[in-house]
């Protein structure tokens, strides 16, 4: 407590310049995103670099794969490739045209087949691609996250269950000279102020990771929601944080929520929330527990955006990334517009190569039903006890 309190000092002492400073470096990457933007390229800054010195070391580092299944007749299913086919490649063509740096070569991005086949992963850097398993009804979706935020992600899976890319769906994170600063400068506040919690531990081994899968009814929580008079998403995120809480036999956990931004300049388009939470009695609690911490700590969400394209969080914030438990994407369905397959999903599977987070879950809400694949990267989670009780399965995908 002394040692935060000493730190706060500090920083109250040094804000004017550090607010400085910072004005400085905001309106020098903005400058370096507009000149690039007018070149035709879309850039890497900031967070970004880390992930794309990493690329060198290990190309699939920041690899992520969706499995999809669907129910549809062969004729429906092949008109559903040409359609993607006419919108996919285009849009494929124009992203990689916008990496300056880009390599020599990315995997080709579309494959049709007849029988389904994992893809093995080989020397060729992956950009995105797109598999069509025409006897199976199966569609497998890769990407790279370091050209993948959530922006160009979401364009992504719209090119297969939409008839168009739709913009506009995100906001944009507007740069406001001085207030944007405050806000990264009130975010560096709050993680100084921050408690000391013992994090869960992670595995020691990538192979450790347990991936699991849950598909859940839509009804009974949006029943829940209905009676407290709230948002779907609060409920949502309470039914995540409440299964991680007791599966890992926690009283608190330390919860980010990823929110992405529409952007066309940078490939870095999230910024999060970072949520405290103790345990609760019941869902009910937890989901009014969670709206109230959302709507105090929202403005997190574009501080932290802003700061992860200016500045290299992975080496200034590693401790603050070492105490997260549980980081919780939820995607709702109205990030797909014009959705062409709201009749024919049966299984949406997802997983990445690289889980630095104890557990990491990402959930799509799409019609009657919720979509989680959760990835455990922690010996303290009851991945079993999970299975057994709670009505989790175990994922077939890897990497």
């Given at each position: 407590?002394?040692?935060?309190?000493?730190?706060?000092?500090?920083?109250?002492?040094?804000?004017?310049?550090?607010?400085?400073?910072?004005?400085?470096?905001?309106?020098?990457?903005?400058?370096?995103?507009?000149?690039?933007?007018?070149?035709?390229?879309?850039?890497?800054?900031?967070?970004?670099?880390?992930?794309?010195?990493?690329?060198?070391?290990?190309?699939?580092?920041?690899?992520?794969?969706?499995?999809?299944?669907?129910?549809?007749?062969?004729?429906?299913?092949?008109?559903?490739?040409?359609?993607?086919?006419?919108?996919?490649?285009?849009?494929?063509?124009?992203?990689?045209?916008?990496?300056?740096?880009?390599?020599?070569?990315?995997?080709?991005?579309?494959?049709?087949?007849?029988?389904?086949?994992?893809?093995?992963?080989?020397?060729?850097?992956?950009?995105?691609?797109?598999?069509?398993?025409?006897?199976?009804?199966?569609?497998?979706?890769?990407?790279?996250?370091?050209?993948?935020?959530?922006?160009?992600?979401?364009?992504?899976?719209?090119?297969?269950?939409?008839?168009?890319?739709?913009q506009g769906i995100f906001p944009?994170?507007?740069?406001?000279?001085?207030?944007?600063?405050?806000?990264?400068?009130?975010?560096?506040?709050?993680?100084?102020?921050?408690?000391?919690?013992?994090?869960?531990?992670?595995?020691?081994?990538?192979?450790?990771?347990?991936?699991?899968?849950?598909?859940?009814?839509?009804?009974?929580?949006?029943?829940?929601?209905a009676s407290l008079e709230m948002?779907?998403?609060?409920?949502?995120?309470?039914?995540?944080?409440?299964?991680?809480?007791?599966?890992?036999?926690?009283?608190?956990?330390?919860?980010?929520?990823?929110?992405?931004?529409?952007?066309?300049?940078?490939?870095?388009?999230?910024?999060?929330?970072?949520?405290?939470?103790?345990?609760?009695?019941?869902?009910a609690a937890y989901a009014r527990?969670?709206?109230?911490?959302?709507?105090?700590?929202?403005?997190?969400?574009?501080?932290?955006?802003?700061?992860?394209?200016?500045?290299?969080?992975?080496?200034?914030?590693?401790?603050?990334?070492?105490?997260?438990?549980?980081?919780?994407?939820?995607?709702?369905?109205?990030?797909?517009?014009?959705?062409?397959?709201?009749?024919?999903?049966?299984?949406?599977?997802?997983?990445?190569?690289?889980?630095?987070?104890?557990?990491?879950?990402?959930?799509?809400?799409?019609?009657?039903?919720?979509?989680?694949?959760?990835?455990?990267?922690?010996?303290?989670?009851?991945?079993?006890?999970?299975?057994?009780?709670?009505?989790?399965?175990?994922?077939?995908?890897?990497?």
């Amino acid at each position: 407590m002394l040692a935060s309190l000493v730190q706060l000092a500090a920083l109250g002492a040094a804000a004017p310049v550090l607010a400085t400073g910072m004005v400085a470096l905001k309106l020098a990457r903005t400058v370096q995103e507009r000149q690039a933007a007018r070149r035709g390229f879309i850039t890497l800054g900031g967070d970004d670099r880390y992930q794309a010195r990493n690329l060198d070391k290990n190309i699939h580092d920041a690899c992520m794969v969706a499995h999809i299944q669907l129910d549809m007749s062969l004729e429906r299913f092949d008109a559903m490739i040409a359609r993607v086919k006419a919108n996919y490649l285009p849009w494929y063509a124009a992203l990689e045209g916008a990496i300056e740096h880009r390599p020599a070569a990315f995997e080709a991005p579309l494959e049709v087949a007849e029988d389904y086949r994992p893809l093995v992963l080989g020397e060729t850097r992956l950009l995105t691609k797109m598999q069509f398993f025409r006897r199976d009804r199966v569609v497998v979706l890769w990407g790279d996250h370091t050209y993948l935020g959530g922006y160009q992600l979401s364009q992504f899976v719209q090119l297969l269950f939409c008839d168009q890319v739709t913009q506009g769906i995100f906001p944009k994170n507007t740069y406001i000279p001085v207030a944007s600063e405050l806000m990264m400068l009130g975010l560096a506040a709050h993680s100084i102020r921050r408690p000391v919690r013992a994090p869960m531990p992670v595995c020691d081994q990538p192979d450790a990771v347990r991936r699991l899968y849950w598909k859940l009814d839509r009804a009974p929580l949006e029943a829940l929601a209905a009676s407290l008079e709230m948002s779907l998403l609060y409920v949502v995120i309470a039914l995540h944080i409440d299964q991680v809480m007791r599966r890992s036999g926690r009283d608190h956990l330390r919860v980010t929520l990823p929110v992405s931004f529409e952007s066309t300049s940078s490939f870095n388009t999230v910024g999060a929330a970072f949520l405290e939470v103790d345990a609760q009695p019941d869902l009910a609690a937890y989901a009014r527990l969670v709206r109230t911490l959302v709507r105090k700590r929202r403005w997190q969400v574009s501080a932290s955006n802003h700061v992860q394209r200016v500045l290299p969080t992975r080496t200034l914030s590693q401790y603050a990334r070492n105490t997260v438990d549980l980081t919780l994407t939820v995607v709702p369905q109205k990030t797909l517009p014009h959705n062409v397959l709201r009749d024919e999903l049966v299984d949406y599977e997802f997983t990445m190569d690289n889980i630095e987070y104890p557990v990491y879950a990402m959930c799509l809400i799409f019609e009657d039903h919720l979509y989680s694949s959760v990835m455990v990267n922690t010996p303290d989670y009851d991945a079993e006890g999970a299975c057994r009780e709670d009505g989790m399965r175990p994922s077939s995908l890897r990497l």
